[in-house]
Each structure stands twice: as structure tokens, then as C-alpha cells.
């Protein structure tokens, strides 16, 4: 019973048994797992060599040489391939053997007990444990190689924050001996300036358990401090529990000193265009502006902020915006320069003239448009007082002409008469004296000529001025602004108000030059001669008179003046009412002249210290 | 009341049924809360003027600077009005197939837009001048519009 039960658990151990008999090696008990591992063709009492490559031959050799010298043998991971089956590619099984020599009944060895353990799967376990340590080698052979040849220095710190391993570059870097305390001359090897705060921001980042970033100098091997950029990411073992922080050190010395050149640069342009009392200003390549200086801020008060992207526009005196703004449009939209002549509020509320000009910029960093706007105020005024300087010399000299040309015009008449005189005094009278006959013909040569340089008086300032053009409608209006435009430097000088009602009669067909000349000279007299003790207040009105002709009136509530009983008076060559006022006194000759000469006669009304009101009957 | 005035650009292109998809999303919302304006698209340049009151248009405007279609939203404007300039709210862009958007309400194409109402100032207008400039170019900018804004 005993037995049984011990072969019946020989019979089913997970390891292969079985005896071989006899110096021939024949089978005795052979147990399952040895039957799997033999295969279906073992009988009893038959020689494990008989089937030739059951066994290989090196185990057959071994096993016959342990029955021989009865000394048990134990080989480990054993190979016996399986033979393939079903199809399945044939497998390489592992096997520890043990071989023991039998000794029945004491005497000689009579047979061996095999054991065979299936390793198989250890073995294959081995084998890949084995492969993975070859690959891992070689993976940290290429990672060395990478390390010490990347530019950058790479390191690695612990959770202590001493250096775990630097790569070689480091040592290249900073010259320092490969036997050198890193964590001790490390810190020294920062920049004075750098140090505390690497240091601090190295701890804060180890402590918080996450990575940093940050860049500091370093002394390289010839004492030169150099830019770098230190980045390290910490490893977890566990959650939450780095252990290392791996990093890099990247030289960024250059890049570092063109960004601070560019910088400085930038900021020594903008402090320029800050210094600048000139308003400047940047705009996008949209045309959305984006930087004004410091000068914009004071000229006009506001802000950034408050002026905005397009808020110059409201800085404009309100007619010139739209135009402005039309013309900037047009710019953005074909990139052809801005320029443009307009008044821009001060922060006072005044308004001077500026030139803004502006031009796109194409470079590396895309179209910006540069802009500025100069204050030409000054020279915009005295351009304009040196217009009505010119206006004023050039009706002067009109003026003259026209004197010129009706007194040569009204010396004409007399001369004739004294022409005719004195030819009839040489027809009716008898001279002896032959001096006489001498100066009768000096008389006569004296006339002649007086009468030819008359002409020609009058031929030239006729021709140069116009003054006989012919009569063409002319808009009174029109034509009274414009004479009022050479006049506005008096208007405003006396704060004087002027009221132009041109309703009743709009045209008139005359002289264009001529009634330019005569509203200038009502005009300028009316302003002449205002009285301090009041606004003064000059009306210009067209009328039509009851026989249906065209009148103007000119009045005033100025200083007025006496009439002498001759009214005509007034208008006689160097008459100056008012000595006291410049003026050449030819003025309301010419008036006169001119009104008479195309048919048409003058009225004045006067009464002092109230006004004076001229009336021209252009047609009688 | 306040307008506001933006530009961005778009993370894709958006396609006929995107703009079409916006369009109406836009319209009865903005119908829905008095939300007036206009947006401008094309080739992912977006630009967009909305008016409205503030307690309505500052959150709305949170809320499309953080629509995840555009990105790079840069507000140009932002500011008290005295009234609104657009009687409603549309947007003009050129779809590749227009047939159908034609018909379609509060929609636009882009040289089918009006100069700038004259409601807005000069400098509000050169605004929306520019803006539109910028989304579509200067060829749809008829060379009598800029002439006519500020007539
Ligand atoms: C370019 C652009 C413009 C938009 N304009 C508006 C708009 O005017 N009104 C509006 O209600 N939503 C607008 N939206 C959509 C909003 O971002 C948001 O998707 C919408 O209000 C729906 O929000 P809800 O999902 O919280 O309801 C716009 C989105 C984009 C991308």
C-alpha cells in the first residue's frame, strides 16, 4: 500500500523521474512529466540510446560516464529541444538535471536516477533580463554621448540640492580639474550680482518641488563672465516626492547682449523721441496708432489711453477731420506717405498749425508707420501777416496806378484847353522880338511833350492794371469777401463786425478791378476812422432806387466828420478829414474818379461822433 | 450705452457653414438683447463692432474673446456712445458659394457695405474705416466711400 501510494505521487510530481538500468542505461519508472518531456516512444527495458536522438548525445555521454565513476553529476538550464508539434514551431525547453548513480542492495552501481525540473520559463526570464541589460547599456552609451556632445552643460541635482553628475562641458566651461568639489565651487563660479538670487530661486523651486528657469553669469575658463540659461524639470520616484531635478545649461551670452543692445536701443529712441518737442507717434501697419511720445501728452493733455487708436483725429480743428481722416485711410490702404497742413488743439483749447507727415516703414518686423507733427504756427502767422502786407502794397500800388491814370486822364482836358489857347494867342497876336518867336516855340515843344508823356502815363498803367476792362456780372459778394479777406487783419484788429446784405441786387455789371478798388477804399476807410468809444459796426448794402437802379451803401459809426457846404470837397485829391490817420488822401479822389468815369455818381452823409454813410449811384 | 470694436484672427479657416452656423447664433442673441453692429470676415481676419448697454455688452465681450474659433482678439475700442449707429446686427463676408446667403437676413457682401454712419464721430469712423481696410483689403474699398463717410 505504501508503495503504491509513493508511485502514484512519483507518478504525478511536476518534475520528470525515471531510472535507467544497467550499464545499457535501459528504462525502468518513468513518470509523467518525463514521458511528456521523452515523448510517446519510451517502453520499459529499452536503452535510452536505442532511439537514436531521444536524447542528445553530450547528456547520453555524461549519464553513461556517472554510472561508470558513481559520481552523481547536476547540470543547470539544460537545453533539450521539444520536437515541434502540431504545427508549432519547435521550443527550446530549459531543464535542471541531476543524475545520481543507484546501488541496489549496496553492492555496485546498477543504474541511475534522473531528475529533470523544467526551468524553461526562469530561463527565458533570465535571457530577457539579460538582453535588457545589454540594451540598457547601450541606451546609457548613447545617452553619455549625447550628454558630452550637446553644447549645452547638463546636470543633475538631488533633493539635497548637491550635484549628482555635470556633463563634461561643464568642466571645459569653467576650466576647472575633473577632481574639483563641484558643490562647493560651483556657487563661487556665479556672478557676485547672480549669485543670492540663483541660490534663492534654485532652493524655492527644489523646495516647491517643481522645475526652474532662470538665467544668470557664469565665470568661463578665462575669467569672462557668461550668460546662461539654467532649465531643470525635477523626476518623481513617487507622487509628489521628486528625488532629482535634471537640467541644462544653455549659453545665451549673445543673444542675450543683441536683445540688450536692441533694447537699449529701443530705449534710447524712445528717450530721444521723448526729448523731442515735436509730436511723434507709431501707428500699426493698420494704421491704428500705438505709441505717442511724451511731447503728445503735454501739447495736448491727454493720455494714451484717452487719445486711442484714432483719437488724433478729434485733436483736428472740426472742418479739417474729415479730410484728414480720408487721406489717412487712403494712405493705410495704398502705403504712399501722409502729409497734411491742419490746426490741432492745445491742451488750452488753442488751436496752431502743424504739419503732420507720416511714412511706412518695411523691415524684418512687418510695415510700422512713423509719424510727426511739426508746429508751424509761428511761420504759418507770419506768412499770413506777410500776405496782408503784400495786399496791402499791392492795392497800394494800384491805387497809384489808378491815380495816375485819372489824373492824367483829368489833366488831359486843361491841357487841351491851354493847347488851343495858345495856338489862338499866335494867330490874333504880333511879336516883334524875335526872343519872342524863340519862346513860342519852347511853349510849344513844352506842351507837346507835356502831352505826350500824358498819354503815355496813361497808356502804361492802363495796360498793366486792367482798369479799363471791360464790364462783366460780378457776384458783389464775392467780390466784397475777397476784398474783405486783404482787410481782416484791420477787422480784427479793432474787433469791428461787418455785415454784408448783397439781397436786393446779388450782380452788378462793372469793372472788375475797378469796384474792387472802390469797396477797398469804403472799406478801409470805414475801418479807419471807427471810434474807439464804441464796437464798430460797418454795413455794406445793395439797394435798388425807386427808378429801379442799382445803389450801394457803406456805413459806419465811426468818428463821422464835418461836410463842407461843397460836398464834393471831400473827394478832392490830399483832403484828409482826420489828420491825425495815415493815409495818402487819394483814396475817395479815386472813388470818385472811377464812380464818375462809368457813369455814375457819389454821396456822402455824415454826422460826427455817430457815422458816415456813402452812397454810389452806379448809373445815373 | 458703449460700442466696442475688435479685431482677431480666426484658428481656421471657417468655412460657408461656420459663418453661416455664427450668423445665426449671433443674430437672435443680439436681436434677443438689443445687441446692434457689424462684423467684418475674410481669409481669418475678423473684426467686429458690437453697441449695446454695458451691463449687456462687457460680459458678451468676455465671452467672445474666449470663443475657442479665434484667437488674438486685440480690442481697439471700448467706450460710451450717445447713440447706437446701426440699426441691427449683420455680417459681410464673401462665401464661396453666395447663391442662398443673399436671401439670407443680416447677411452682407463686403463691397455691398455702407460708408460708416455719420451718427459716428469722425475718429469712430475712421475706426471702422480702418478695420474694415485691414479684413478686406483695399479693392473693397470703393475709391467714392471713403469720400462719402464724412460728406
Ligand atoms: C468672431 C465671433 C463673433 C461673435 N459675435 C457674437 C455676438 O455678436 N453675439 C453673440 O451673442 N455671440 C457672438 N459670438 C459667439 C459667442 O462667443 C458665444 O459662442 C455665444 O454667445 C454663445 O454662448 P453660450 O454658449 O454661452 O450661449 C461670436 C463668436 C465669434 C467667434
Known sequence: ?620 | MIHIVYMSRAVRPLSDEDLQALLGQCRDDNARRNVTGVLFYSHGHIAQLIEGEPEILEPLFDKISRDGRHSDVRKLVDKRIATRSFSEWSMAFHPLEPTGFEALEGFLLPHKLTAPPSTLTIADAMLVDLVRLAVFGPETMPAEHVESVHA
Open chain 1, 1 to 620: 500500500m505504501r508503495e503504491e501510494q509513493l508511485r502514484d505521487i512519483l507518478h504525478h510530481m511536476p518534475a520528470g523521474v525515471v531510472t535507467l538500468q544497467g550499464p545499457e542505461l535501459r528504462f525502468g519508472f518513468v513518470n509523467e512529466a518525463m514521458r511528456a518531456v521523452l515523448g510517446d516512444g519510451v517502453r520499459e527495458g529499452q536503452s535510452i540510446a536505442e532511439p537514436a536522438g531521444l536524447v542528445p548525445a553530450d547528456l547520453l555521454e555524461v549519464m553513461q560516464q556517472v554510472y561508470q565513476s558513481d559520481r552523481p553529476f547536476v547540470a543547470k538550464s539544460y537545453c533539450i529541444p521539444q520536437p515541434a508539434a502540431d504545427g508549432q514551431p519547435p521550443r527550446l525547453r530549459y531543464f535542471d538535471i541531476a543524475l545520481e548513480p543507484v546501488h541496489e542492495g549496496g553492492g555496485p552501481v546498477s543504474g541511475l536516477l534522473l531528475f529533470a525540473v523544467d526551468v524553461t520559463v526562469q530561463e527565458e526570464a533570465r535571457q530577457r533580463a539579460h538582453e535588457l541589460s545589454i540594451e540598457t547599456r547601450r541606451l546609457d552609451t548613447r545617452l553619455r554621448v549625447l550628454t558630452e556632445t550637446v553644447p549645452q552643460i547638463t546636470f543633475t541635482i538631488n533633493a539635497e540640492g548637491k550635484f549628482e553628475y555635470v556633463s563634461p562641458q561643464w568642466y571645459y566651461f569653467t576650466g576647472q580639474p575633473p577632481t574639483t568639489d563641484l558643490n562647493a565651487i560651483w556657487p563661487l563660479l556665479i556672478h557676485p550680482d547672480d549669485r543670492l538670487r540663483v541660490l534663492y530661486q534654485a532652493d524655492t523651486a527644489r523646495a516647491s518641488g517643481i522645475g526652474w528657469n532662470f538665467e544668470y553669469r557664469l565665470r568661463r575658463h578665462d575669467g569672462q563672465y557668461r550668460w546662461l540659461l539654467s532649465r531643470a524639470l525635477p523626476e518623481f520616484l513617487a507622487p509628489d516626492k521628486p528625488v532629482f531635478w535634471h537640467g541644462a545649461l544653455t549659453e545665451i551670452h549673445d543673444q542675450r547682449e543683441l536683445s540688450e543692445a536692441l533694447r537699449q536701443g529701443e530705449a534710447e529712441l524712445r528717450f530721444l523721441a521723448d526729448s523731442i518737442p515735436e509730436l511723434i507717434w507709431t501707428a500699426t501697419s493698420d494704421g491704428f496708432i500705438d505709441y505717442y511720445n511724451q511731447f503728445t501728452g503735454e501739447y495736448t493733455g491727454l493720455t494714451q489711453e484717452e487719445l486711442g487708436p484714432t483719437g488724433w483725429i478729434n485733436l483736428l480743428e472740426p472742418s479739417e477731420q474729415a479730410g484728414a481722416a480720408r487721406r489717412w485711410v487712403q494712405s493705410i490702404a495704398t502705403g504712399e506717405p501722409y502729409e497734411s497742413l491742419c490746426r490741432m488743439r492745445r491742451h488750452d483749447g488753442h488751436y496752431r498749425w502743424h504739419i503732420i507727415r507720416a511714412r511706412q516703414l518695411t523691415d524684418t518686423r512687418g510695415p510700422r508707420w512713423f509719424g510727426a507733427c511739426t508746429d508751424v504756427d509761428d511761420q504759418h502767422r507770419l506768412r499770413e501777416v506777410l500776405q496782408t502786407q503784400y495786399d496791402e502794397l499791392a492795392r497800394t500800388n494800384r491805387d497809384l496806378d489808378t491815380f495816375v491814370y485819372t489824373a492824367s486822364h483829368d489833366l488831359k482836358q486843361p491841357l487841351l484847353n491851354l493847347r488851343g489857347l495858345f495856338d489862338e494867342l499866335r494867330r490874333t497876336a504880333t511879336f516883334h522880338d524875335p526872343e519872342d518867336a524863340k519862346i513860342q516855340g519852347m511853349v510849344d515843344g513844352a506842351l507837346t511833350q507835356l502831352d505826350a508823356t500824358l498819354q503815355e502815363l496813361a497808356a502804361t498803367v492802363q495796360d498793366q492794371r486792367g482798369l479799363t476792362a471791360p464790364a462783366e456780372a460780378l457776384d458783389l459778394r464775392s467780390v466784397a469777401e475777397e476784398v474783405l479777406l486783404g482787410l481782416r487783419a484791420q477787422v480784427q484788429d479793432i474787433g469791428a463786425a461787418v455785415e454784408l446784405d448783397f439781397e436786393a441786387v446779388p450782380t452788378l455789371t462793372y469793372g472788375r478791378a475797378n469796384l474792387r478798388s472802390i469797396l477797398h477804399n469804403l472799406l478801409s476807410n470805414a475801418l479807419k476812422f471807427a471810434d474807439a468809444e464804441r464796437t464798430p459796426l460797418v454795413r455794406v448794402q445793395s439797394q435798388l432806387t425807386e427808378a429801379g437802379r442799382p445803389v450801394l451803401r457803406v456805413e459806419d459809426n465811426g468818428l463821422g466828420m464835418v461836410l463842407p457846404d461843397n460836398s464834393t470837397a471831400v473827394f478832392q485829391p490830399f483832403t484828409r478829414q482826420h489828420p491825425h490817420i495815415a493815409g495818402a488822401g487819394v483814396g475817395m479822389y479815386l472813388v470818385q474818379r472811377i464812380v464818375t468815369s462809368r457813369g455814375g455818381h457819389l454821396d456822402v452823409a455824415s454826422t460826427v461822433g455817430e457815422g458816415t454813410t456813402f452812397t454810389i449811384y452806379w448809373f445815373d
